[in-house]
């Protein structure tokens, strides 16, 4: 039934212009095409050497790092007691064989994520300050990889199995790293450091979200109650700065709890900061849920679905999938702003910074303690923002 | 010779005497604007009705209003016997007895073409997922593009989302099907490809209405044509009466601007 409409093949198919030319002449057409050019070319060009000679040489010669290296277990963990520490290697163990499978199993981005994973571990393996032990616990990070990555090769529904373990992983986490009386107990302000800012920046960003569609939705409703109870939710927190709200979390709820009763000081700050980022999280979803064309809702509600399922199979895939963007982008911000817990005395990456930093041992060595953690920021946050746009990409095949 | 041509291909039973849709004393209002004054309107089971009209007439709106997707403030509709009320209940009833075809397709961009068709056999008619994938294969088949089945709707041209979109109707084994004008917003070398499977749906025995402004089809398929203009219906007849003796003078005027 088909129509079949053939063009006229073109026998005289002309090739377009040769537009890749050479570096000599890319140089040449965009760096020295004329006098002012030429001039300006050199200035910049002494310019761009001499702040990359001043760098490097204090990078490689005047820095000394053995204050990132001494300390590197501070930075890591901070003051996670030593005898415990191989259930934080194990948890990240979980974590390593998780993203091998995932990346067996979805490939793609996440794969690219795991080689990125698999980079850092090869590093600090080789790295000469790294202390024995720790290199059999990184080998045995990147054979987690490796093995997740081989045995999701092999399974049927390595789809559904990565994504129940990664639920299952989710409370593991947790319980490794607090004991929960099975294990001995450590208590939250031991857990410092690159874990402290993880674990914070990933509750408030794997909680928020749900938190946010459900404001999201709220706020769209027809019901009256719940729409302004969302708005009024929604409005209040953004008009509060986030460093307020860890304020409030860590001096004022002490206050107004009954005696007695207190809530753990950490899972205050991850309350406040998930309650935050869901404010964020509603906006953006809300700006998804508008996208969505009228004739979406007709068609749905022509073919017989009720409200509840034209939101969940109509409307939200194609809402969520339109923000994924903003949605990274906000995580990225919300793992950044972690650091503001190391104001109101929690010891995140940027607390035990500030630590290390005080120690007469190592006085006058911020510049390189403060690089590092922006080096350690950058890396993780590069990486999200990374794989968003690759998501972007491969979401955008067979859309519209 | 048409004439006795089209009356062998509709099958005598596609047409009984059994009302299936009654519109009684509609009226319908876009704030302070009157888009539909009074309509009255009954078909019968089989029928295949064809509604034209200028843009603006209330032709859309009232098509429209038979599934509950526009509102009416004064009258009385009742489908196969239930009455559509304010009540969700009633409004589902009705929408799972009828199918509706848009202007712009509306498929669901995020599914295959499969999926856009199994949806609501699997949901909504609580279909096992494999009786559910028979039914769309057979759809597509029907329709003529079952090669596509696991493309995305971006993937196909407006011809072929289109007939998509009809087997999506027709999963849901509608009594009534709706068709909101299904091939204005296609290229003209395409309209055809979506009318041949209307016209296949037309002799099949459904009970058809049709905003459309394709008058080839109007006079080849249709029992009985409206003529809507101003939110009124301005004459109803068969296809040789509104085309070859159109009574009313705004009948006349309109074929005359269309013809």
Redesign the interface.
């Known amino acids: 039934?088909?129509?079949d409409?053939k063009i006229v093949e073109n026998k005289q198919m002309i090739a377009p212009p040769k537009t890749s030319a050479s570096l000599w002449d890319w140089v040449r057409n965009n760096l020295f095409n004329n006098w002012y050019n030429t001039i300006l070319t050199f200035v910049a060009g002494f310019i761009i050497i001499g702040i990359a000679y001043n760098v490097l040489s204090w990078v490689l010669f005047e820095a000394q790092w053995t204050v990132i290296t001494n300390n590197y277990r501070l930075f890591m963990v901070g003051r996670y007691p030593l005898s415990e520490l191989w259930r934080i290697w194990s948890l990240l163990t979980i974590v390593s064989f998780m993203f091998g499978l995932c990346s067996g199993s979805f490939k793609g981005t996440i794969l690219r994520l795991s080689g990125i994973l698999a980079g850092i571990y090869l590093i600090h393996l080789l790295a000469p300050f790294t202390a024995s032990s720790s290199k059999v616990w990184l080998a045995v990070q990147l054979a987690g990889l490796v093995i997740g990555f081989l045995i999701a090769l092999k399974l049927p529904y390595n789809k559904r199995i990565a994504i129940i373990g990664w639920v299952i992983t989710i409370p593991l986490v947790f319980f490794f790293i607090h004991g929960f009386g099975i294990l001995p107990e450590v208590r939250t302000t031991f857990w410092n450091g690159l874990l402290l800012t993880v674990l914070l920046a990933g509750v408030a960003i794997i909680l928020s979200f749900p938190l946010g569609v459900l404001l999201a939705l709220g706020r769209t409703s027809k019901l009256p109650a719940i729409k302004y109870f969302c708005i009024g939710y929604i409005e209040l927190i953004r008009a509060v700065p986030l460093i307020t709200i860890f304020l409030m979390a860590q001096v004022l709820i002490p206050l107004f709890l009954p005696t007695g009763l207190t809530i753990d000081n950490l899972l205050r700050v991850m309350l406040g900061a998930t309650l935050f980022t869901a404010a964020y999280a509603a906006e953006n979803v809300r700006g998804g849920l508008q996208s969505i064309?009228n004739?979406?809702y007709?068609?749905?509600?022509?073919?017989?679905?009720?409200p509840f399922?034209t939101t969940f199979?109509?409307v939200l895939?194609?809402a969520l999938?339109a923000i994924i963007p903003t949605i990274v982008g906000q995580s990225i911000s919300m793992f950044k702003d972690t650091s503001l817990v190391a104001i109101v005395g929690l010891l995140d990456l940027l607390g035990i910074a500030q630590s290390v930093k005080s120690n007469p041992e190592f006085l006058g060595r911020h510049m390189e303690v403060y690089i590092y953690i922006a080096f350690v920021y950058w890396v993780i946050a590069y990486s999200m923002s990374y794989s968003s746009r690759r998501i972007e990409k491969s979401l955008g095949?067979?859309?519209? | 010779m048409a004439q006795s041509q089209s009356s062998v291909e509709v099958s005598p039973m596609a047409k009984s005497e059994e009302t299936i849709i009654t519109c009684e004393g509609i009226n319908k209002w876009f704030g302070d604007m009157h888009v539909l004054k009074d309509v009255n309107l009954t078909i019968k089971k089989g029928e295949v009705l064809v509604i034209l009209g200028p843009s603006g007439s209330g032709k859309s709106t009232f098509i429209r209003t038979i599934n509950g997707l526009e509102p009416i403030q004064k009258g009385h509709i009742e489908i196969d016997g239930v009455s559509l009320t304010h009540d969700i209940k009633d409004i589902e009833a009705i929408r799972r007895e009828t199918g509706m075809v848009f202007q712009q397709f509306n498929l669901f961009p995020h599914m295959t073409i499969l999926k856009n068709i199994m949806l609501g056999p699997i949901w909504v008619k609580k279909k096992p997922k494999a009786e559910a994938e028979k039914i769309a294969r057979e759809l597509l088949e029907r329709v003529g593009i079952p090669e596509q089945a696991d493309k995305y709707p971006g993937q196909l041209s407006g011809g072929q989302q289109q007939r998509v979109a009809i087997a999506r109707a027709l999963a849901m084994q509608p009594e009534i099907m709706l068709f909101d004008e299904p091939t204005s917003a296609l290229d003209p070398e395409m309209i055809k490809e979506v009318l041949d499977v209307m016209k296949e749906l037309a002799r099949s025995g459904i009970t058809m209405l049709c905003v459309t402004h394709e008058m080839g089809f109007a006079r080849e398929v249709a029992d009985r044509i409206v003529l809507f203009d101003g939110g009124e219906i301005v004459e109803t007849g068969t296809p040789e009466e509104l085309f070859d003796n159109p009574k009313h003078e705004r009948t006349k005027l309109f074929l005359s601007q269309i013809l």
């Open positions: 039934m088909s129509v409409l064309p004739g979406q007709e068609a749905a509600k022509a073919i017989g679905l009720n399922q199979f109509i895939p194609q999938r095949v067979g859309e519209r």
